[in-house]
């Protein structure tokens, strides 16, 4: 079995994805629980599963830098 990580390229909710080695499976389609995009389909017989490992509401927001207190005097 396989583990990797995957994140939703429509709302960046992240998750962990096990993949079997063996071909017991068939095809199939995942979506994304937080957005309902289409995160993958196939048709190899591998069986894969998609846990939601932190939806994008939880995930932290990019916030600037503040400016340097240190001031350059020429």
Not at 26 to 32: A, F, K, S, T
Not at 60 to 74: D, E, G
Request: hydrophobic share 30%.
């Amino acid at each position: 079995m396989r583990i990797s990580d995957f994140t939703c390229p429509c709302c960046g909710s992240a998750y962990e994805v096990a993949e079997s080695s063996l071909p017991i499976g068939g095809p199939g389609r995942v979506e994304c629980t937080v957005c309902g995009q289409l995160l993958d389909n196939w048709q190899d017989p591998k069986l894969r599963a998609y846990r939601l490992v932190l939806s994008s509401e939880h995930k932290y927001r990019h916030i600037a830098a503040p400016p340097s207190p240190i001031r350059v005097t020429a």
